[in-house]
């Protein structure tokens, strides 16, 4: 046989338009009742959960903010936002965009909607913008929810990661910026699951994928000793970053990392899944997807994204190691300290000291010493300093105990004196509420190299 | 190409690695048809129908359908619609909203234009706003061609669209592609069932291990077949099957005593035997009450092709 193809040169036939086919995609996603009850908990749930658990007696104090949900509602709407980029948005883009390519496969509709639409390029682009339109349907419902949650329970002043006090306005305004930096990785969590379900087709594993992705990210970027640059290359970081918008100033080295590593994986992985879902062959429908298949159009090149980006942080930023020492371990708890001091002094005793006039410093040292002085851990072990208002040439010393997160992140825990930072009731404008000192959260800036205390 | 083919191929070719699918697959369908293709399991029916819907294309060949040369995207022309491995339809919709949805890929306009009728044509509109998760596998058929139809097709292409049916079901079926192919679009069909595309076709195409090994007339098919077994019911049967033993090219195949019903046997023939014998037991007095294939000239030669599969 030697006739060829004709060439292409006949009148192309009626193609869909896109804004059709990403109705069409609307309209099959919101008729599952799996995302119709997604996007009403997105609207409900956040709201019900912080009226609840600010209502309880033991606050989720592991989360951040969380044992500020008391003084304020807006503590409880940051919760909402914190819990969800560990656990809910990879669960949530798993859910949508994990599906949106595996759904026409396990319903056997591909040859369907192919002769329907007459072209490869706007199923595709049609379907990842239905899919981010129902995600974006759910995220100002989280967003919106949590917030009515948290004016509710009140709308009172922030106290942020290094100590100082946010107006309400200033809270509101942070949150919001908050949330538009966690839309980078959510955009980079649901290109991961497109790709997932364009490469195991009808498989379940793709709708998984996002979901173990953000997990397994989750667990390493915690359990393993990574250097901070490979922390960063995660998209999973930037579900944490914006913690720096609640110091002064704000910490924007991570922050800006984070959605510009976000939008590399976005982009990378949108990329990979439009080749592959391009070179499809939809007469035949044996194919369930395979592993050889994932690895070399899934994994390597997402390997290939993190390790590039790993390697532009470290050139960019000049990071290395941990990110974590104890020059900013001091700098960050002296800050905090003096913060809270103020404010201790406030509701204890009336007086209006300022942070200039306690002059606080800090020492730390982790495991006593006897290990290397920097990294995550809960055996960093601090000493602080201030000049007591009022008395001349005295300093007074309290003890914390620090359990260093490797993103940054710090619980600082009284260790005494107690009539500073030990376990006491002040009268809070919101009512009682335990000693401002006795335990704070706090962050350090992971990109800064300024590490003097 | 003439003016009257819906579809002309030739030397088709189509290969998944190593398998080859299709090798070199001439057909011509003729416009305003209703066209049969009927072949073994992996014989190359759904590639065939994937190349004229759109969903692949071919390694080698020139296909045109429609009078367009189909190229190298993977786009069928204008007029072609139909299904490959059952309809494709969504469980959480109903009927009618699987209709509509598909119907707002036309337009605004189209979105509700004419579903009441596609609905009925093919008997469900009873069922209309049931959600399709409880249909089925008849109605789901149905309402695939439902959805067929809803494009006013010029070319409808179905892969086995009698699956399921049942004999309402199958009745309504026949008669939009009988309505259909009146109107002047063209059919191309495949089923296992015989009986439905000798009940509904003009020509068929036998395609076995990616060949085409016939295309033509259902006529053509019985002449070029095999000795077939008929059934003969006469009024004398012991009589009748003297003048069938003595007649040339024919034999009775079954024995008279193990038959329940006495008046019924069957004889093995070519048509021309066949032709000869029935003037023979006219001339003898004995009235031929029916003369039917045991199994159907199409069935036979699909039967043939098989047994040929197996034997190599």
Redesign the interface.
């Known amino acids: 046989m030697t006739a060829t193809i004709a060439p292409s040169d006949a009148p192309a036939p009626h193609r869909v338009p896109v804004a059709r086919g990403y109705r069409f995609e609307l309209v099959k996603l919101l008729a599952q009742w799996r995302v119709r009850l997604l996007i009403v908990a997105c609207w409900i749930g956040p709201a019900l959960a912080v009226i609840v658990v600010s209502g309880q007696g033991t606050l989720p104090a592991d989360t951040l903010f969380g044992r500020e949900m008391r003084a304020t509602g807006w503590a409880g709407a940051l919760v909402v936002l914190s819990f969800a980029g560990s656990w809910f948005f990879p669960l949530l883009t798993s859910v949508i965009a994990g599906d949106v390519f595996s759904a026409e496969d396990r319903l056997g509709t591909w040859r369907h909607l192919v002769v329907a639409v007459r072209s490869l390029r706007r199923i595709f682009v049609a379907k990842a913008m239905a899919s981010f339109t129902v995600l974006l349907m759910c995220l100002p419902g989280l967003a919106v929810s949590g917030i009515v949650g948290g004016l509710v329970v009140g709308s009172r002043p922030l106290t942020g990661l290094d100590g100082h006090l946010l107006s309400p306005a200033d809270a509101a305004g942070n949150l919001l910026l908050a949330w538009l930096c966690v839309l980078a990785p959510i955009l980079a969590f649901a290109a991961i699951g497109l790709l997932a379900s364009v490469i195991f087709e009808r498989s379940p594993i793709g709708l998984l994928l996002p979901a173990f992705g953000g997990l397994g990210m989750q667990l390493a970027s915690q359990v393993l000793p990574m250097p901070v640059a490979v922390r960063l290359a995660l998209p999973s970081f930037a579900f944490l970053s914006w913690n720096g918008l609640f110091t002064s100033p704000p910490m924007l080295g991570p922050i800006l990392t984070g959605i510009a590593v976000s939008l590399a994986w976005a982009v990378t992985a949108t990329a990979l899944a439009y080749a592959l879902f391009m070179r499809r062959d939809f007469t035949s429908l044996a194919n369930d997807g395979s592993m050889r298949r994932a690895i070399t159009f899934g994994i390597l090149p997402l390997l290939g994204v993190w390790v590039l980006s790993a390697g532009v942080v470290a050139a960019a930023t000049g990071a290395t190691g941990s990110g974590i020492d104890a020059g900013k371990l001091q700098r960050s708890l002296a800050t905090s300290f003096a913060h809270l001091y103020r404010v201790q002094s406030q509701e204890v005793s009336h007086l209006n000291v300022t942070e200039a006039q306690l002059r606080t410093t800090a020492s730390c040292t982790k495991g006593a010493g006897l290990v290397a002085q920097e990294g995550p851990g809960n055996d960093w072990r601090c000493y602080v300093y201030w000049h007591l208002p009022g008395v001349n040439d005295a300093t007074g010393q309290a003890i914390y105990q620090l359990d260093v997160n490797a993103n940054g992140r710090y619980v600082a825990d009284g260790d005494g004196p107690n009539e500073v930072n030990g376990y006491f009731v002040v009268h809070a404008p919101y009512g009682d509420a335990p000693n401002p000192l006795w335990q704070f959260d706090g962050l350090v800036d992971l990109l800064s190299t300024t590490s003097k205390g | 190409m003439g003016s009257t083919s819906a579809v002309r191929a030739?030397?088709l070719?189509?290969c998944?690695g190593d398998v080859v699918?299709l090798d070199?697959v001439d057909l011509d369908v003729v416009a305003g048809q209703i066209h049969g293709v009927v072949g073994p399991n992996g014989a190359g029916k759904?590639?065939l129908f994937?190349?004229l819907?759109?969903?692949?294309?071919?390694d080698?060949?020139?296909?045109?359908v429609l009078g367009?040369?189909?190229?190298?995207?993977?786009?069928?022309?204008?007029g072609?619609?139909?299904?490959?491995?059952?309809?494709?339809?969504?469980?959480?919709?109903t009927a009618r909203?699987n209709l509509a949805?598909?119907a707002?890929?036309?337009?605004p306009g189209a979105r509700t234009a004419g579903i009441d009728d596609v609905l009925e044509q093919v008997g469900l509109t009873d069922v209309a706003d049931d959600k399709v998760r409880g249909f089925s596998l008849g109605m789901r058929q149905r309402l695939?061609l439902a959805?067929a139809l809803l494009?006013k097709p010029r070319l409808l292409v179905l892969d086995e669209p009698s699956n399921g049916l049942d004999p309402a079901g199958k009745k309504h079926v026949h008669g939009v592609l009988t309505q259909l192919a009146a109107d002047g679009a063209t059919v191309v069909l495949s089923s296992h069932r015989m009986d439905d595309l000798e009940a509904l076709c003009s020509e068929v195409t036998i395609v076995a291990t990616g060949r085409v090994v016939f295309s033509g007339p259902l006529g053509k098919l019985a002449e070029a077949s095999r000795e077939l077994d008929y059934r003969l019911v006469t009024s004398d049967p012991e009589a009748a099957r003297l003048v069938a033993a003595d007649t040339d090219g024919v034999r009775v195949v079954d024995d008279a005593g193990t038959r329940p019903d006495r008046e019924v046997f069957v004889v093995r023939a070519l048509l021309p035997a066949l032709d000869e014998l029935v003037p023979r037991l006219v001339g003898a007095g004995i009235a031929v009450r029916e003369l039917t294939p045991v199994v159907s000239p199409l069935e036979s030669a699909f039967l043939a092709i098989t047994e040929q599969q197996e034997s190599s």
């Open positions: 030739r030397g070719t189509k998944f699918a070199g759904t590639t994937g190349l819907l759109g969903l692949a294309v071919a080698r060949g020139t296909l045109e367009t040369p189909v190229g190298r995207s993977l786009t069928a022309p204008d072609v619609a139909g299904f490959v491995d059952g309809p494709g339809l969504y469980p959480s919709l909203g949805a598909l707002s890929l036309r337009g695939g959805a494009t």
